[in-house]
């Protein structure tokens, strides 16, 4: 935990020609003091629910594929958990993940206990992180869009290997990468390119168990110049599971992203 509040999100400059946006949400552990105070767990349980919700060593992932790429993609890192606020749902009843206590900000567990109280007004935590990271993000793209006409947001997350009772859609394949793709914003070359960087480490599924991936509301489902696609990894591959270390299998996923990175720069 955090005595005070620690920066909210980094972003990491790559090279000045490249539009890849390497976009890590979820892999950070760090909760403020402030925002410690409103979660009912004790401790224990508290770090119990970060072993199974946090995308643990995915910014490592992310950080190892930027130095192997012949030209470094820019990197977006969450620097806190996202049981401070989920910056990737949408904010509103759009999001289908509130029907499990798991809209913008929790108020329920992977396994569907209570987090915070549901009778207590979120918006603060809203505004205090969700809306600044939102703005940052988009003020990335913009950058890549100014920069050299367009943007790729990849956004790198895990997944275990077993689904979690907090899971909507968790009976599908459980491939060892799960390729999440939007029907306006992943081009299909877009997705050839991750199905091809990708299998030397295993088989691409598609959309399951988790579907989609991160645009910027300001550019969502009207600006085809942003593509992006969502790189979820199973967790067994690279690392032992809920939230222990790493392995030797995160040098091989970082080298893939890495090719994949190239391949759409």
């Known amino acids: 935990m955090s005595s005070a509040d620690a920066p909210s999100f980094a ?16 892999s950070a552990r760090e909760i403020p003091d402030t925002v410690r105070d409103g979660i009912v767990l004790d401790d224990g349980a508290l770090e119990q629910e ?55 900000v929790y108020t329920r567990t992977t396994h569907r206990e209570v987090l915070r109280a549901d009778d207590v007004g979120h918006e603060p935590l809203v505004e205090r992180y969700f809306r600044p990271y939102a703005r940052a993000v988009s003020r990335a793209v ?19 290997s077993a689904p979690l009772p907090y899971e909507l859609h968790g009976t599908g394949p459980r491939p060892p990468v799960c390729l999440g793709t939007d029907r306006f914003h992943t081009p299909p070359e877009l997705l ?20 989609g991936t991160y645009v910027p509301l300001e550019y969502y489902g009207s600006d085809a110049r942003v593509s992006a696609l969502m790189v979820e990894i199973r967790r067994d591959t ?11 299998g995160l040098t091989a996923l970082a080298r893939a992203l890495a090719d994949l990175v190239d391949a759409v720069s």
Do not use: C, Q
């Open 50 to 104: 970060l072993d199974h919700i946090t995308d643990a060593h995915t910014a490592e992932i992310a950080e190892a594929a930027g130095r192997l790429a012949a030209v470094a993609p820019w990197r977006f890192v969450n620097r806190l958990s996202r049981l401070v606020v989920d910056p990737e749902r949408f904010p509103d009843e759009r999001e289908e993940m509130r029907a499990v206590g798991m809209g913008a």
């Open 192 to 211: 050839a390119a991750a199905r091809k960087a990708f299998a030397p480490v295993g088989e691409t599924g598609l959309d399951s168990p988790f579907a």
């Open 238 to 248: 690279y690392m032992t599971e809920p939230g222990g270390p790493a392995g030797p």
């Open 11 to 26: 972003l990491l400059p790559g090279g000045a020609g490249s539009p890849v946006i390497l976009h890590v949400p979820h």
């Open 142 to 160: 913009a950058d890549r869009l100014a920069a050299v006409g367009r943007a790729v947001v990849i956004d790198v997350h895990s997944y275990p």
